[in-house]
């Protein structure tokens, strides 16, 4: 069966720092792959996708990037985090048609 | 524009009461259908999906949703609430090979 991993669970950065997000998934070979935020209060926002490696499709501008270096393995990253960057941010991957979601990682910039 | 309304930020019903929460969706082709489930601090949970066929859907958790093309709907139903089902849930649709539109979701508040 299919598992996604994402790491780390919680963190608490400082304005200004960089940041690394890391989704992995199990059990499937040459999946979609997607990054959500959610913030406070907020229902689900799309900031990239991915078809296959290097492929990363952007939805909305902002500081954030994303890679898919490896197959099942995709990243978000910042250079340099802003207040706003707080939130819950969710790895999804889909095959045909469903998505299937990890458990996220809270962000918090202080 | 492909969108999902989720018209009620909000519900609280009784344990042991039944449940409604509406979906409505623009989409310029007939769509698949999800309802996904959020605990708090938590990832997204498929609940049940749609694709063709009956418009009558069951889900896990005792969840079903009907399907009504006429009124572009996917309610999610549920005969008996249970404290347990208290989160926040989601509506979604999208076609094969495209991105899923999600609406804003219903936070779910369920009394004793």
């Known amino acids: 069966s299919q598992t996604i991993h994402q790491w780390p669970a919680t963190l608490v950065q400082p304005v200004g720092s960089p940041l690394s997000l890391e989704c992995t998934v199990e059990?499937?070979?040459?999946?979609?792959l997607y990054w959500y935020r959610q913030a406070a209060g907020r229902g689900l926002q799309l900031l990239f996708y991915s078809v296959g490696i290097g492929q990363i499709s952007s939805e909305v501008p902002q500081n954030l990037s994303a890679s898919r270096p490896q197959d099942r393995q995709f990243i978000l990253s910042s250079k340099k985090l802003l207040l706003s960057d707080s939130g819950f941010y969710l790895c999804a991957w889909s095959g045909k048609y469903e998505q299937y979601f990890g458990p996220g990682t809270r962000l918090t910039v202080t | 524009a492909q969108s999902v309304t989720q018209p009620d930020i909000h519900i609280t019903v009784s344990e042991g009461a039944s449940l409604e929460l509406r979906c409505n969706y623009s989409y310029g082709a007939t769509p698949y259908l999800f309802w996904y489930v959020q605990s708090p601090g938590q990832g997204l949970q498929l609940l049940l999906k749609y694709f063709s066929g009956d418009t009558l859907v069951q889900g896990i958790k005792g969840f079903e949703a009907e399907f009504k093309r006429s009124q572009s709907s996917f309610n999610l139903r549920k005969p008996s609430v249970h404290w347990s089902d208290a989160a926040e849930y989601f509506c979604a649709v999208g076609r094969y090979g495209n991105k899923l539109v999600f609406g804003a979701g219903t936070i779910l508040r369920v009394k004793s």
């Open positions: 059990g499937t070979s040459n999946p979609n």
